[in-house]
């Protein structure tokens, strides 16, 4: 058994933590999802949630997100308790779920454009039209989403949750079904997004993903968070490494991207 | 109120309205089956039929809108369940939008989508001989008690659409509605039933309503039919209005 790595105290919020949980539980009749659940993530950092399958990560976001209700337990987002200020809530988070949440019979563009009235901006057309081009996808707006592929759906998606600059994104496995090119481009966007200043809580099931992207890491299991640090901290949870020499053979995905770049 | 409602509900509004004018065969299917009886019952049925002293269609039309707007609605319940299915309906959720107008857009979508039916259907029985003398406000009645009817049998719809687990479950619901006109005075007067027959479908909305179009079409003393036949649709608003909430915000909690 790892030991508990949590560097603020148990009981007071860590200094700027926009997210703030503790004791968090939600039971599905008898299966307890979430047994008391402690985390911090400040402000502007990429947070990694990790765990396997079924280890509670979409229920931990679903009650962050105001889309589900907790047994026990409280969480804050943005200084707002999920419970009983739902709406402000909402009104600092965007949630970009496992499944692209877009309209199909819409175009990309008009996908966007809703989102911008339904946050209630003016100006929705400028707008879509900036995000089609940070996202390239400017040639593809004026097309039925259902046209689009999987990655050109999952930027629309990410772009649709940057609308209305939240401070808080959640994105919940965001890369799940993508292939290698596509993963890169949404690895690209969350980095922009946290150098701009947005807090990013995001869960994987991808060890090299929170390894690329998180300023900490996470690992949800069994209903707890048993371990969460840098990278740096988690590694030094194991043995230091032996120096060995090994020739170093390109990854499959080294030579993917090597071909499939050179033809672009 | 959210002070967000109405300018949510006109956004959502407008997407929903924007599928039907894409995919228009949801209007298509919804006419086909009525117009496809008009035919039957009127040119194959009808030389068979008592049914009054007037043309066929003119006794048949009321009933054919009324299976209109039964099949018309199980569209609410596709739609909702589509939009869960797709995680959009979550994406809405956690929005600081006002949530209500979630369901709302859908019921106006559906009213909108409901009456250019209902239109087509008139502009079709027109062309196979249906007359009528109403006068405007006769028409406006018709058209009240019309949508009173659809606004409640797509509260009804929005139930199985945020309660489905699949796409079949959502839209199975409407098959008992469209079948419950052909228990009434639809197609033949009820008078022609035998007992226990007769009984329920004189006591089922269906006929109240469609009593009351017809005395409407034909410029005859609606009676006090019309008070059942709107305390139907009211009550079926409310029941069905409370359940939809209910299980609104048990979906959303």
Known sequence: MLPCMNTSPATDRAEGAVIHVRGLEKSYKELKVLRGVDVDVARGSIFALLGSN???????????????????GRAEVNGFDVTTRAADVRESISLTGQFAAVDEILTGRE??????????LKDAGPIADRLLRRFSLTDAGGRRVATYSGGMRRRLDIAMSLIGDPPVIFLDEPTTGLDPEARLEVWSAVQELAAGGTTVLLTTQYLDEAEHLAD???????????????LAELKRLLPPAKVEYVEKQPTLEDVFLSLVGEQR | ??????????????????HIARSPDTIITTVITPIAMLLLFVYVLGGAIQAGTGSYVNYLLPGILIITIASGIS??????????????????????????????????????????????????????????????LDWLAVAGILVLFTLALTWLAVIPG???????????????????????????????MPG?????????????????????????????????????????????????????RRRVS
Request: net charge positive.
């Open chain 1, 54 to 72: 079924g280890a509670g990560k979409t229920t931990l976001v679903r009650i962050l997100s105001t889309l589900l209700k907790a047994d026990g």
């Open chain 1, 111 to 120: 996908n966007l454009t809703l989102v911008a009235r339904l946050r209630h």
């Open chain 1, 216 to 230: 900490r890491i996470a690992i949800l299991h069994e209903g707890r968070i048993i371990v969460n640090g840098t």
């Open chain 2, 1 to 18: 109120m959210n002070k967000h409602f109405l300018g949510d509900t006109a956004v959502l509004l407008g997407r929903s309205l924007r």
């Open chain 2, 75 to 136: 569209y609410t319940a596709y739609r909702l369940f589509t939009d869960r299915q797709g995680g959009i309906f979550e994406r809405f959720q956690s929005m600081p939008i006002a949530r209500a107008a979630v369901l709302w857009a859908h019921v106006l979508t559906s009213l909108v989508a409901n009456l250019i039916s209902v239109v087509v259907v008139v502009l079709v029985a027109l062309a196979m001989g249906f007359r009528s003398g109403a006068g405007v």
């Open chain 2, 162 to 192: 945020l309660a489905a687990s699949s796409v079949d479950g959502a839209s199975a619901f409407a098959y008992p509605l469209i079948f419950l006109p052909f228990i009434s005075s639809a197609f033949v007067p009820t008078a022609s």
């Open chain 2, 196 to 248: 226990p027959v007769r009984a329920f479908a004189e006591n089922q909305p269906v006929t109240s309503i469609v009593n009351t179009l017809r005395a409407l079409f034909t410029e005859q003393p609606v009676g006090t039919g019309i008070w059942t036949a709107l305390a139907w649709c009211a009550g079926l608003l409310v029941v069905a209005v409370t359940f939809a909430g209910t299980t609104y």
